[in-house]
C-alpha cells in the first residue's frame, strides 16, 4: 500500500492519503493494537481468527478506493529504468533487525508476553550491530529520530490521564457498559464508528488509550473491543491528524521535498475511509 502511495506521490506531485489498512492483521501491526487490549491481549492464534478476514476487507476496499481516486496519476509515464542503490552491509543489519523485531514480537504475542521489552531489546542489538560495522558512535543515529514528536506524545497521555483522574472515562465506561448490556452487536458497530471519527479529532492514540480503557472497565465482550479495534486502526486514514504513523510518514515526504495539502488527504480520505470501516466492522459479524 505504501509503494502504491508513493508511486501516486511522485507523478501527481501532491499525495493524498497514506494508508493503514493493515493495522489489525497482527498484534503488533499497530501501537494502537496494544493500548485497546493492554494486558488482556488475545494470543496470536485468537487474534488471526477474529481479524484476518476483516483485515482482508479492510485492504482490497482501500486499494480499490486508492486505485480509483489515483487512477489518472497511475496512467502517467513513469521512468522504464530507475537506478537502485545497493543496500550498505549496515543496511542488511538494519534489516536484518527488522526482522528479528518482528519475530521477536510475534513470539512474545504467541507466549502472551508485553510486545515493549522484546521489540525495545531488539531495535537496542541492532543500534549497537550497526554501530560497531561502522565503527562510529551510536549518537550519530539517535541524532535522527524525531525527538520532536516525543512532546507531542507525552501530552496525549497527560490528556487522558486528565480525562481518567476527572472520573470522564468512568463515565465513559458505564455507559458503554449499559449499551453493550442492551443491544452487543449495535453497540459495537457505534462504537467503531465513533472511534473512527474521534481518532481525526484528538488522534488515535489517546481515543485507543481512552476506548481501552472504558472497554477494559466496562469488560465488554470481544466483539465490542474488536470493533473499537477496528475503529482506531482504519478512522485514521481520513485525516492527516489521525495517528502518529501519519505526521512522522508526513515528516518523511517533507524530506525528500513531497508535500501534502492536509485538504488533498482529507478530500481522498472521505472516499477511502468510511466504506473500509462499515464493511470490516460488518463482515466481523458475518
Not at 481525526?200 to 472497554?215: E, F, H, K, Y
Request: with cysteine.
Amino acid at each position: 500500500m505504501r509503494s502504491l502511495w508513493t508511486r501516486c506521490a511522485i507523478a501527481e506531485t501532491r499525495p493524498d492519503v497514506p494508508t493503514a489498512s493493515a493495522c489489525f492483521v497482527l498484534p503488533i501491526s499497530n501501537p494502537a493494537n496494544l493500548v485497546i487490549f493492554g494486558a488482556h491481549m488475545p494470543p496470536l492464534r485468537e487474534w488471526l481468527s477474529r481479524f484476518a478476514v476483516p483485515s482482508l476487507v479492510s485492504i482490497g476496499v482501500t486499494y480499490a478506493g486508492l486505485w480509483w481516486t489515483q487512477r489518472r496519476a497511475l496512467r502517467e509515464p513513469v521512468a522504464p529504468t530507475v537506478p537502485l542503490p545497493l543496500l550498505s552491509g549496515t543496511g542488511k543489519i538494519a534489516a536484518a533487525g527488522i526482522v528479528l523485531a518482528a519475530m521477536a514480537s510475534m513470539l512474545a504475542s504467541a507466549v502472551g508476553m508485553r510486545l515493549g521489552l522484546p521489540t525495545c531489546l531488539a531495535g537496542l542489538v541492532t543500534l549497537g550491530v550497526v554501530s560497531l560495522a561502522a565503527r562510529t558512535s551510536p549518537w550519530r543515529f539517535v541524532r535522527e529520530v524525531s525527538w520532536g514528536s516525543l512532546p507531542l506524545v507525552a501530552g496525549l497521555f497527560i490528556l487522558v490521564e486528565a480525562l481518567d483522574r476527572s472520573g470522564a472515562i468512568r463515565a465513559i465506561s458505564d455507559a458503554l457498559r449499559a449499551a453493550a448490556d442492551h443491544a452487543p452487536s449495535l453497540t459495537a458497530a457505534a462504537a467503531g464508528l465513533t472511534v473512527a471519527v474521534a481518532s481525526n479529532l484528538i488522534n488515535n492514540l489517546p481515543v485507543g488509550l481512552i476506548a481501552g480503557m472504558a472497554a477494559q472497565m466496562a469488560h465488554v465482550a470481544h466483539n465490542v473491543s474488536s470493533g473499537i479495534l477496528i475503529g482506531v486502526d482504519l478512522g485514521p486514514n481520513l485525516s492527516v491528524t489521525g495517528s502518529l504513523a501519519t505526521l512522522l510518514w508526513l515528516t518523511a515526504l517533507r524530506r525528500e521535498g513531497i508535500h501534502v495539502k492536509s485538504r488533498d488527504f482529507l478530500r481522498v480520505g472521505l472516499l477511502v475511509m468510511p466504506p473500509a470501516v462499515v464493511l470490516s466492522l460488518g463482515w466481523l459479524w458475518c
